[in-house]
């Protein structure tokens, strides 16, 4: 059992506060949480279920799989696994096959095709070469492979096919992390572990790493693993239980040990900011996101990870230094920089002083990242193009942990990641220093092809990155939007008063969306919850791009006759409604100062507005009216607006029976009657969708009303 810090604090699953005890000072206490898992019906139950290969590879996938699920062991794809076995080839020849994890796999859910087999036999000759580069490493596996479809092994797969044990774990547990990035690292090991673990110095994974890990343990083949120092453990055994257990018990060891030290604690800072988390980050986001974009022209969308020890961290006096030193091990480095950007905001009521400050406080950042790059590659005399210079990681005073990404899953990889680095770090000032590595070997690792590799290089979608606010989405035209727009990589908000149907096309959505998702049910016609939507919105993606307002609802009645209250409320919703999220829209896009997208609903009934369908009519024309004057009043400030006008779509607005008797009107049948148009063809949800797709992207069009109807001249524009 091992030993972690329990605040006095009560968390929910969300890792959002629920309430502090009524403690003056915060006592900090040592709570046993390292388990061992393993599970012997677990363990057959792999065996069963994964019949289809070797005994060997299930309980390499089980034990590979409790590792991976723990977070104080490994997170996002780091750490990996082996285990040596014998097959048959196609002839029926024995062959000895090293099954190591491969990449883009994580060890939380790998599977069998995870793990590609290595001929062992030529790849342990390599040991005898004096030097072999990257590429020819990566080749000679690649070509030693069982399956040429497989994924490329680990970068570590060196390191296991040249150690002995017939199963390897590797980890970068959090525990064994705090002593490996001590001063004095190496006799500390000494101390605590004696023969159980070997001891390897800091060295660049590949080939040079995998010979110094098989002699350190040739010079005491007793060790039951090796803790390499600044980057993580290492055990092994002759069954996938002894390696799991030994990986267990470092870890263990480690806990207990550091148990003995009290716990640091942060010296706040003299000036905070006085306004909640959620307000600051309202006001900070949408200018974060804007100076990402000026500086890239890409678009970036922010996480703000609620948890009280981050924020107690960011308001800390310790947090201008021990943030600053480096990452706790050198594979963090893609994904959260060598270091966090810091803001302490000090004028948070005037927007453009706010801005001033952020950005200088940004440019700093990038100046001293620029300076990193050019020092390191003149130093190592390397041709190597400079990656984008921006922090994934802010620590905002007031605020806690910011990331800021290209996608949703950037930004909580750098948010998990950072959650154990900041940790980390504090328990290792508590033990003693905090020594990871140096600029020169940080840098040497982030640009490493093969750790950029991790990262993939895919081509981003139209709208990766866009954040896209849609109402009315939970049916009709505004769910088939919100699937496009799903498909096209946009970060979605939707928005809809009927909480089931919206709950339901969310989960449609998860099956088909390349971005994220957010919902609420909402009366959009309440103003006070929109301001509250708004709010939430900022909370979870920093800003906005495009807002769809689709709400609507076809209130009838002769409008010489008509209810004043019922015309009234068929306002609310058909226009107010349109200018309350419109006019919040506008102010994110001008805080933001990267243009933005405003798309409204129209309707063919403010051009040819039908018998009795006044009280419909007349808000959908002020629409109409809206789209130009905000085309007008914020074209100067990049701000498109633009309305769709669509015509006999099927969607929840109109019941069966009044269909069946405006088709009869027309002495048409009822699918007829969606196809009474010039074209003969009915118009879909998914058609009005790319209508909005297309008005999103088409940057040179304002003011204008799209009509897709498949021919109505008589509601054709003038």
Partial sequence: MAAVQCLFLIYDEAES?????????????????????????????????????????????????????????????????????????????????????????DLDTIEPPGLPGVKLDYILKLRELEALSDEDMVNDQRVNLLDAKSPNPSVETLLHAFLPHKFIDHSHADEILVLANQPN??????????????????????????????EAYEKNPSVKGLVLINHGLFTFGETAKESYDYHIEAVTRAEEYIAKYDLKTYSPQQTLPKLKPSEILEKIGPILRGLYHEHTKASWTLHYRENPDALSFANSEECANWSQIGTITPDHVIRTKQKPLLLNPKNLTDDDVLRKEISQGLDEYIENYHCYFKTNKEKKGVDKTELDPLPRVALIAGVGLVTIGKTVKETRVAADVYERSFQVVRKAFSVGKFDPLKDDDLF????????????????????????????????????????????NGANLFLLDRDGDKLSAALESLKKISKGHTTIQTLDITDEKAVDESFSILLNTYGGLDVLIS???????????????????????????????????????????????????????????????????????????????????????????????????????????????????????????????????????????????????LAEKTTGSVLTIDGGNIAASPR
Wanted: hydrophobic share 45%; with cysteine.
């Fill in 444 to 487: 040497d690792m982030e640009y490493w092809s093969l750790e950029q590799a991790k990262l993939g290089k895919s081509v981003p979608l139209k709208l990766q990155g866009k954040v896209v606010l849609i109402s009315g989405a939970a049916s009709g035209i505004g769910l088939g939007t919100a699937r496009l727009f799903a498909q």
């Fill in 185 to 214: 690292a190496v006799e500390l090991c000494q101390e605590i572990y004696g023969d159980f673990l070997g001891i390897v110095p800091y060295i660049m994974p590949g080939f040079l790493l995998a010979k110094a890990a098989a």
């Fill in 550 to 696: 689709n709400a609507g609802n076809a209130v009838q009645g002769s409008i010489g006759h008509v209810d004043p209250e019922a015309l009234r409320s068929s306002f609310e919703l058909n226009f107010f409604a349109h200018q309350a999220l419109a006019c919040r829209a506008v102010k994110i896009f001008i805080a933001q100062k990267t243009g933005g997208v405003l798309l409204f609903n129209a309707s063919k009934a403010a051009f040819n507005p039908g018998k009795d369908f006044g009280p419909y009519a007349l808000p959908k024309a002020a629409v109409v009216a809206l789209t130009k004057q905000y085309a007008l009043d914020y074209g100067s400030d990049n701000i498109r607006s633009n309305a769709v006008n669509a015509d006999r779509v099927r969607t929840g607005m109109f019941s069966e029976e009044f269909i069946k008797e405006r088709a009869a009107a027309r002495n048409l049948e009822p699918d007829d009657y969606f196809k009474n148009n010039l074209l003969s063809q009915e118009v879909y949800d998914c058609d009005v969708a790319e209508g909005f797709l297309h008005l999103t």
């Fill in 17 to 105: 506060l629920c309430f502090p005890t009524l403690i003056l000072n915060l006592v900090l206490v040592l709570c046993v949480v390292m388990e061992n898992n393993w599970n012997d019906q677990e363990a057959q139950a792999a065996i069963n279920k994964y019949s289809d290969v070797s005994e060997d590879i299930a309980l390499r996938v089980y034990t590979s799989r409790l590792i991976g699920s723990n977070p104080a062991l490994v997170i996002h794809g780091g750490g990996n696994t082996s285990v040596k076995s014998v097959v048959k080839n196609r002839i029926g020849e024995e062959t000895n096959v090293l099954y190591v994890k491969g990449s883009g796999w």
